[in-house]
């Protein structure tokens, strides 16, 4: 059974998203985003995002697809024509993860939000790490991450991640990583 990962950067409130956009400008947290969600262990290969319709339209026009990884967008509305070449379009994140079950092109699969694409990862057997920035603010936000389910635990970051608290115009972050616990 192939598993995936998810990645999120969450506020002190538990907001993740207002309007449409990030609630906030963190620029190393974007990149860090980036690096971790393109990263392989083969250079022959890729990795797949996977993400709900409105995180989609969310990355900026000119960011979008996000480049060097298969993007699959989840909609039960859109037609494969609203979507550009290359783009997957998958009605829920289970038939995103069969279609992707034979493909040894894709290395690491990456769920990438919004909120209820979240949750239906996380109640997935399939769901092995969630990679999450705590970011030690407030933010006014209309879009939240549940509850995490207790089976998952903190383990320790990958080796490049930068450790303990970041900071960037003022605003404090850190990378956590959890795991699923294994029975
Ligand atoms: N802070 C972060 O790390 C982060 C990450 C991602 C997104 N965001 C923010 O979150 C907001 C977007 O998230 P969102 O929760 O509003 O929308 P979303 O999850 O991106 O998109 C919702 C749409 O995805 C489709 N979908 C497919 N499977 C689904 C499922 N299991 N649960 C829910 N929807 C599913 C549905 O499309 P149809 O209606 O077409 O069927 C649904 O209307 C934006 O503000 C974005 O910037 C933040």
Not at 81 to 86: A, F, S, T, Y
Not at 87 to 114: F, Q, R, S
Not at 143 to 148: A, D, L, M, S
């Amino acid at each position: 059974m192939r598993r995936f990962s998810l990645i999120v950067a969450v506020s002190e409130n538990s907001g993740i998203g207002i309007e449409g956009d990030l609630p906030w400008r963190i620029r190393s947290e974007l990149k860090y985003f980036s690096r971790t969600t393109k990263r392989t262990s083969d250079p022959g290969k890729r990795n797949a995002v996977i993400m709900g319709r409105k995180t989609y339209f969310g990355v900026p026009e000119s960011k979008r697809p996000l480049p060097d990884r298969l993007n699959i967008v989840l909609s039960t509305t859109l037609q494969p024509k609203d979507l550009p070449e290359g783009v997957k379009l998958c009605p829920n994140l289970e038939t995103a993860m069969k279609h992707l079950e034979g493909d040894n092109e894709i290395e690491n699969i990456w769920v990438v939000g919004g909120s209820g694409v979240y949750a239906e990862a996380m109640d997935s057997e399939r769901c092995h790490r969630l990679y999450i920035t705590r970011i030690h603010k407030k933010f006014e936000c209309d879009t939240f991450f549940p509850k995490i389910p207790e089976s998952f635990r903190e383990v320790a970051p990958d080796p490049d991640t930068p450790p303990g608290i970041q900071e960037e115009n003022g605003i404090e972050y850190e990378y956590k990583v959890l795991e699923k616990e294994t029975k």
